[in-house]
């Protein structure tokens, strides 16, 4: 007890409170003091957030030819748009259409722009109609292969890393890695990663790129 006293003493103040160390760097108060970079963030967030409100428009034109298989209570209208800061200390914005989320089901294609990591356009799906899913994709595998897209490995659908023990890529000669990866499984995830590096200046790409993606899933969750 003596010797845990005096570790304790040996890290806090006369208050008790623990030491840290909040000294801004020289590039850190670089950082805080750009001016333009706080303004350019703010171009560019207001750009990508009307990047995606066309991306649902296209989004929207494209399922209306189609009949998805979805759970009771699905409404092919819902929508959101979401902004934040802290995805892994990262900002994000993304677009979630079509959307439905329960605690037990979960059917939505997510379109997101991930800040200095890359571009998402991912299905997500969760609950009972997971197992005709992935019939659905086996089934139809000659339509989904081969299309840019991957399977997470991650337990969760909230992981957007991609690469070697995050992702699966859907290419022919790994249907029986992704049979296995996804057997038994209650919830999944295939998506397409598009690296920031890939974009150009116009940013019709992230519509197209969003819509193909959204058209090679299809099979998957189409009656």
Not at 147 to 162: C, G, I
């Amino acid at each position: 007890m003596v010797s845990c006293t005096i570790e304790c003493l040996a890290i806090t103040d006369d208050y008790g409170m623990k030491h840290t160390n909040n000294s801004l760097t020289e590039d850190e108060w670089q950082v805080f003091a750009d001016h333009d970079f706080f303004l350019k963030k703010s171009v560019i967030s207001a750009k990508l957030k009307r990047t995606l409100e066309q991306l649902h428009l296209a989004l929207q034109q494209e399922l209306a030819s189609h009949s998805l298989l979805a759970p009771d209570g699905f409404d092919p209208e819902a929508v959101q748009f979401v902004k934040g800061e802290h995805l892994e200390d990262c900002p994000y914005q993304y677009l979630d259409f079509p959307r439905y989320y329960t605690r037990q089901d979960k059917l939505a294609f997510r379109a997101l722009c991930w800040w200095g990591h890359h571009l998402v356009f991912a299905l997500i799906v969760e609950g009972p109609l997971v197992k005709q899913y992935r019939l659905n994709l086996f089934n139809r595998f000659p339509e989904v292969v081969d299309r840019q897209l991957s399977v997470s490995l991650s337990a969760s659908l909230w992981e957007w890393k991609t690469g070697p023990g995050y992702t699966l890529d859907i290419t022919h000669n790994r249907r029986s890695e992704i049979a296995a990866a996804l057997d038994r499984r209650t919830s999944f995830k295939v998506a397409r990663f598009m690296p920031i590096q890939h974009l150009k200046s116009d940013t019709d790409q992230i519509i197209n790129a969003g819509v193909t993606a959204f058209q090679s899933i299809l099979p998957i969750i189409t009656a």
